[in-house]
């Protein structure tokens, strides 16, 4: 197999080019690949796949172990996995003719890491394209690498060695979470982790800001109001233009990201346009 990467937008997020995934692949295509994502700062896309959910789960054990039902931590939940297939979340606006949804309709509809109140995040997900509405549902991602390394150095100085606290009860208390703990913000602060606000990325060595609007409460030892006004400029200057690539979905993407690196935003603009239905595994650690 031949592959080819082409950037899809400068020094972020590649599409890699003849590539079947429903086929089995080398250890050198694995190889390649994986170089590519992180080549890529975390965002590698492959267009025109038609794989079944076996064939899905397969692909993605190349680049971790395969979460099975462990990413949403949230019984309530259970029911959005494809049947028969726990590693497989379901994420769309699809109904039951008894009005229940399918899956998660509003999945990632903020800027986010996700679970980064865990103490170890998941390495990343790979999310399948099987129906989509006419316009729009696209997905954005920040380039977090790019992100620190566009700071000044003053404020890169000033931000080594700070660490945040991160937690689901952030998320809850502004985003499509609400619903799921109506009555359980205990569990939902119970949720929560402390990470550097500058990263290392343990496979690249490249240095990068782990902060996000999500689930990112406060800077662990700073005034509310200094932490706040920090944070707040952070998020603003991650997610500037030059930092972002819009992903416009086409039937048959399978795409990937590196939650290490990257943070993404689902565009909830499409539900008036038809079915957006994804599925998507998650993975955690590398494979040896």
Known sequence: ????????????????????????????????????WLDAGGVLFLRKQDITPDQHIDFSRHFGNVYDQGPVNNPALAGYYLEGYPQIFQVTNKKLADG???????????WHSDASWQPEPPTGS?????????????????????????LS???????????????????????S??????????????????????KT??????????????????????????SKAILDYLFAHSTKPDNVYRHVWQLGDLL???NRSVMHYA??????????????????????
């Open 100 to 110: 229940r949804p399918v899956g998660r309709e509003d999945a990632g509809t903020y």
């Open 177 to 198: 979470y609400a619903k799921e703990y109506v009555g359980k913000l205990d569990q939902a602060q119970s949720k929560n982790a402390v990470h550097p606000v500058i």
């Open 201 to 226: 990325h343990p496979e690249t060595g490249r240095k990068l800001l782990f902060v996000n609007p999500g689930f990112t409460s406060h800077i662990i030892g700073l005034p509310r109001d200094e």
């Open 1 to 36: 197999m031949s592959i080819t990467f082409h950037m899809a937008t400068p020094n972020f997020a590649f599409e890699a080019r003849d590539v079947d995934i429903s086929q089995p692949l080398s250890a050198a295509d694995v190889a390649q690949l994986r170089k590519g």
């Open 256 to 258: 990937m990201w590196d």
């Open 267 to 288: 565009v909830p603009n499409y539900k008036a346009f038809g079915i957006r239905y994804m599925h998507r595994t998650t993975i955690k650690g590398i494979p040896q």
């Open 126 to 150: 790979l999310l399948y394209a099987r129906e989509l509405p006419s316009t729009g549902g696209d997905t954005i991602f920040a380039n977090m690498y790019q992100a620190y390394e566009t």
């Open 153 to 175: 150095e003053p404020m890169k100085k000033m931000l080594e060695g700070l660490e945040a606290q991160h937690t689901l009860l952030s998320a809850v208390l502004q985003t």
